[in-house]
């Protein structure tokens, strides 16, 4: 099992540029999520999906919009990229609420830069 | 929100165990302490999690007190690898078909030195 994967890696953007980032697991996973983390901080969650075709927000959603077409997948959209979402996202997944507790596997996260 | 106190950082000698504190004093009785750790620059990866008793894995150990108002995450023989910034995180259980949100705080770094 790969886990779950992110793509790309790295990316830089200038002001105004819009962009995806893509996260794929292979657990089967109902719940997925995305995080952001600046610098010597925790992370916040940006935004969150608890199945195939639903989406909701987190703490900080603004300026982000998110879609999961499919149970795999979880795509994290920037439509116009500000220098303040120069940041380093994390996707993760986990099983859902059905079980008394849900481990959370994220993965290696994408480091963004926007000038 | 039940909120975590822990201290910015510590140190541990390779070898030795190293004991990371942890303050929940509102935690509710539904409430699990969870411990996620980040090496740098990686995804936080889970360690372990509990209720009210003492839990083990092959990772760690944690250890909550009675009164589940604070919590030590014990790694017995802490290796170079072992430094990293751990987070102790009380989860905070959602509705029914929800999610059970982690929040995550600043952490403590740990740094194992030979």
């Known amino acids: 099992n790969a886990g779950v994967t992110q793509t790309p890696k790295f990316r830089v953007l200038k002001t105004g540029q819009s962009m995806t980032l893509l996260c794929a697991q292979d657990?089967?996973?109902?719940?997925m999520y995305w995080y952001r983390q600046d610098p010597g901080m925790g992370l916040r969650l940006i935004h969150y999906?608890?199945?195939?075709?639903?989406?909701a927000k987190g703490e900080v959603p603004d300026g982000y919009n998110v879609s999961r077409l499919k149970k795999q997948n979880f795509l994290l959209g920037l439509e116009s990229a500000a220098p303040s979402q120069t940041s380093v996202y994390f996707c993760a997944s986990s099983y859902g609420t059905t079980r008394s507790y849900n481990e959370q596997f994220f993965g290696p996260g994408t480091r963004l830069t926007v000038l | 929100d039940a909120k975590t106190t822990q201290p910015p950082s510590m140190d541990c000698a390779e070898g030795r165990a190293a004991n990371l504190p942890c303050n929940h004093s509102t935690i509710s009785g539904n409430e699990y302490v969870y411990w996620y750790r980040q090496i740098h620059s990686q995804g936080p990866q889970y360690i372990i999690h509990?209720?009210?008793n003492n839990e083990t894995n092959e990772m760690a150990s944690l250890i909550i007190t009675e009164d589940r108002k604070s919590s030590t995450l014990i790694l017995p023989h802490a290796t170079l690898r072992d430094t990293a910034v751990y987070y102790c995180?009380?989860?905070?259980?959602?509705?029914?078909?929800?999610?059970?949100?982690?929040?995550f705080g600043a952490g403590t770094r740990l740094a194992v030195h030979p």
């Open positions: 657990m089967n996973h109902e719940y």
């Open positions: 999906s608890v199945g195939e075709g639903t989406t």
């Open positions: 995180i009380v989860r905070v259980v959602g509705p029914p078909g929800g999610y059970n949100k982690l929040i």
């Open positions: 509990g209720l009210k």
